[in-house]
């Protein structure tokens, strides 16, 4: 059964102040999800277990949490009971942020121009999930202006803060692209969203120096925000992907086999970009730090569910679906959630892992262990953990009556839910 045990208590705590917690969840403690969240904790801060000044207690033990994300999607959007699209709230905004960052990476010599503008192109541009989340993000956290300004003047600072906001998502875009551009001469690959890899078209070089061009200008729009806060907040998420992408290339054994690792891996590599990104969102709305942090919290978690989902698809998808190839990790030698718990199972898995995936024989021992194990099934779980961590982040948000800032908060519960749910 997907869910063995249920919460053992879960109260409503009501709010005595603006950013009150609205949840405590507690359960008692299982000694390996306590050590996931524990390891998860140390390696992102305390900020996971602490919510708006508020102790929320989450002892995870793969306990129902999708009713309990039902609860919570219920609370927070007891009025707006359509099914939204999250991607068609922000359609309009999406096409605007796609031409500009077309007309951001024009480049003076043609051959860079091409490359740069590459996963750029209309029909290539991939899901723009990170884009969704963070314009979502920012109508979710709109506050209206205390007091009445002179005519225009309201309406001229929201446009501004809004363009501000859009940049936001332009930057986390390119960063986010050119980590592509040098993930795929890493690693070799052939495709990536359903062509081939920049690298296998141009070649490596120009591949690299293509992620390098939208880098630095990334790193143009970032100094025109003039907020030195969020640039430093950008600037560690470059540093976090080279970081994660060091630590996967340079594992000991025993680094390889660990879930503690992994998720601090996985964090640097994938969560870090939306995390980060959603509080530079919230800083420049001018939002105090418990807000910001929950923004970050959110996109923390949300990134997590994301890749740990990304993992399982690896090993279920196929080469259509995914737009790359599938089992493109393991044949790497790259060892992920689903096998991790697959060796807790079958501890004879560990000498296969050693061992290494260059001989086919291994990697397909490795698949068989897998189909015996829950491995594909913990893994989900886990990611379930964190979609709902992410929900119960837009629940604490302060309360608005404002109908588009209630549509978006029911609109980013909703991506916990799709990044879950997702086949490719």
């Known amino acids: 059964m997907l869910f063995s045990r249920a919460f053992s208590r879960v109260s409503r705590i009501p709010r005595n102040t603006l950013f009150g917690c609205r949840w405590l969840i507690s359960n008692r403690p299982d000694p390996q999800s306590d050590f996931i969240l524990s390891s998860t904790s140390h390696f992102l801060g305390d900020s996971t277990r602490k919510v708006s000044g508020c102790r929320e207690a989450y002892f995870w033990s793969l306990p129902a949490l999708h009713g309990i994300r039902h609860q919570i999607h219920h609370q927070s959007s007891s009025i707006i009971e359509e099914q939204l699209d999250p991607f068609s709230l922000v359609a309009d905004e999406l096409s605007l942020i796609a031409n500009k960052l077309r007309s951001m990476v024009i480049a003076e010599v043609p051959k860079l121009a091409s490359a740069a503008e590459y996963f750029f192109k209309l029909g290539v541009e991939g899901k723009r999930f990170r884009p969704t989340v963070l314009l979502l993000m920012a109508t979710a956290l709109n506050v209206r202006l205390p007091e009445p300004l ?3 003047v309201g309406d001229a600072l929201t446009t501004e803060l809004r363009t501000r906001q859009q940049c936001i998502a332009e930057i986390t875009e390119m960063i ?3 980590s592509l551009l040098h993930d795929d001469v890493l ?4 495709t990536r969203r359903g062509i081939g ?5 141009m070649g490596n070089k120009l591949a690299v120096l293509a ?10 729009a970032l ?8 640039v430093s907040l950008l600037a560690t998420v470059v540093e976090h992907l080279v970081t994660g992408e060091t630590m996967q290339m340079t594992t000991t054994s025993a680094q390889r086999c660990s879930l503690e690792y992994y998720m601090q891996k996985t964090y640097y590599k994938t969560a870090s970009l939306i995390s980060n990104s959603c509080k530079a969102i919230a800083l420049l709305a001018g939002q105090t730090s418990e807000v910001a942090m929950l ?5 923390k978690n949300l990134g997590l569910a994301f ?6 698809l690896d090993f279920t998808g196929t080469s259509t679906s995914l737009g790359k190839g599938s089992l493109s990790d393991i044949r790497h030698g790259i060892v992920t959630a689903p096998i991790l718990f697959a060796m807790e199972e079958f501890p004879q898995l560990r000498a296969v892992v050693d061992q290494g995936f260059e001989k086919s024989s291994n990697v397909d021992i490795a698949l068989e262990y897998l189909g015996k194990s829950r491995g594909i099934q913990r893994t989900r779980e886990l990611a379930m953990k964190h979609a709902d961590l992410a929900a119960a982040t837009i629940d604490s948000l302060p309360e608005s009556d404002d109908e588009d800032v209630r549509k978006s908060r029911r609109a980013l519960l909703d991506l916990t839910q799709i990044v879950i749910s997702r086949n490719k």
Do not use: M, W
Request: glycine content about 6%; proline content about 0%; some cysteine.
């Open 187 to 190: 690693d070799d690959a052939d």
């Open 150 to 152: 002179s005519d225009g």
């Open 295 to 299: 923004a970050f919290e959110y996109g």
């Open 211 to 220: 992620g390098d061009f939208l880098l630095s200008r990334a790193c143009v």
């Open 197 to 201: 890899s920049l690298n296998a078209v």
């Open 176 to 178: 986010h692209v050119a």
């Open 307 to 312: 890749q740990l989902i990304d993992d399982v």
């Open 223 to 230: 100094a025109s925000l003039k907020n030195t806060e969020v």
